[in-house]
């Protein structure tokens, strides 16, 4: 039998979040799964690798070949962890409080979160490993798209330029190049 650990994590950095309700994750699985990737500091991160390894030790034996859930960056030595579950995870603002679905705003890689669940172990045929399932989120910094408006991004430099009467023609001239196509 598996045993199960309870880990939280220290608020990190989330990588490829698919965490909004009712959208999971669908490339790989129909049914669809609630993952990130969450980049800690190694001090932030030591918690929860020593849970994993006590999860390894209890399950496989210290010295048994397991799949672990996470990795470290050469260049930055910080740790990214990989959660995810098929059920959507509860979200929790920065101060604790629960977040009603409607209300949950978008997460985007970038968005400083925390993360709970448990971690598991498990045994696919030959395959064994240390799994983070996810169970809930806490909001502490949310990153959403943008609208995509980047015009401040750059300073004037010599080069092309669009004048404000071809704006508003190429439009008229791209929407009757379409009804012609």
Known sequence: MSTKNKFVSPAGIAQYPWLQPGRPDTAFDPEGKYKVELRLAPG??????????????????ANDNVHSPFKIEEDTGEYLFKMQS????KYYDAK???IPIEQVPPMFSGSELRASGQ???????????????????????PVSGGTGDHAGDFDSVEGFEVSGDSQADSGADFNDELEDF
Request: charge should be positive; charged fraction near 25%.
């Open 44 to 61: 932030g991160a030591k918690h929860i690798t020593d849970l994993i390894e006590r999860t390894k030790a209890e399950n496989f034996g």
């Open 96 to 98: 604790g409080n629960p």
């Open 119 to 141: 971690i598991d172990a498990y045994t696919n045929g030959v395959k064994k490993g240390i799994s983070l399932r996810l169970a809930a989120i806490q909001i502490i910094n």
């Open 86 to 89: 098929k059920y959507q995870p």
